[in-house]
């Protein structure tokens, strides 16, 4: 089954522990996002990349750093997180977003920071 | 700046009953747009898609208009049903660029 999977789905952490979230894909897609969304404020992106080892900023980077090893993989990375960190995030893959592809988001993780 | 603005922020209608959700941006230069359901607690999965030769497409109940010339679109649910109460996110993306512009989303409650 053609699918995003993030984890963890749910957590709750304090802040300043440093703490990764995972995303994998498995429809060979190049191009990956994460987004966070907030109450009012919609789905904004954080980082994006466009194929492995290309990795650049969304709209609110800050905070968060990303890597792109791996085709598959694209983890989420809060080095020392804050509470307003607090959010539901949501991974996403593409075909081609640049010739009208498709966004297939995870599940979502919701982080919660204390 | 580009931005996409949606109308309204939340409805709540009867089961059975239709409703349209509008859908407002000022991307430019203008390449697609496409309708996504966020079921709660769920990620969002596209309705449809409009580009810029689109006035209207279907997908079952679901019916997507586009007119690009006043920069408008919008979603009309027909004979809805429970399982319709979902926020809906309209996301459009601009010419020569990879970045999509979110939409905050119109919040659907669909009562029995």
């Known amino acids: 089954e053609a699918q995003v999977t993030q984890n963890p789905r749910y957590l709750i952490t304090v802040t300043g522990k440093k703490l990764t979230v995972t995303c994998s894909q498995n429809m060979n897609h190049e191009y990956m996002s994460w987004y966070r969304q907030d109450p009012g404020l919609g789905l904004r992106q954080i980082y994006y990349s466009m194929n492995v080892e290309v990795t650049d900023k969304g709209d609110v980077p800050e905070g968060y750093k990303v890597s792109r090893k791996e085709k598959r993989n694209f983890p989420l990375i809060l080095e020392s997180p804050s509470p307003n960190q607090t959010s539901l995030y949501f991974c996403?893959?593409?075909?081609?977003?640049?010739?009208?592809?498709?966004?297939?988001f995870g599940e979502g993780s919701r982080l919660t920071v204390l | 700046k580009n931005q996409v603005e949606q109308s309204p922020q939340s409805l709540i209608i009867l089961e059975g009953k239709n409703c349209t959700l509008q859908?407002?941006?000022?991307?430019?230069?203008?390449?697609?747009l496409r309708w996504y359901k966020q079921d709660t607690g769920r990620g969002p999965v596209s309705l449809t898609i409009?580009?810029?030769?689109?006035n209207t497409k279907s997908n079952g109940r679901y019916t997507a208009t586009l007119d690009a010339d006043t920069k408008q679109s919008s979603l009309h649910i027909t004979a809805s049903q429970l399982s319709d109460s979902a926020s809906y996110i309209c996301?459009?993306?601009?010419?020569?660029?990879?970045?999509?512009?979110f939409g905050t989303g119109t919040r659907l409650l669909v009562s029995p």
């Open positions: 409009m580009t810029f030769s689109e």
């Open positions: 996403a893959s593409s075909l081609n977003p640049g010739q009208a592809g498709e966004l297939f």
């Open positions: 859908c407002n941006y000022t991307v430019s230069p203008f390449s697609n």
């Open positions: 996301v459009v993306k601009e010419t020569g660029f990879q970045k999509l512009v």
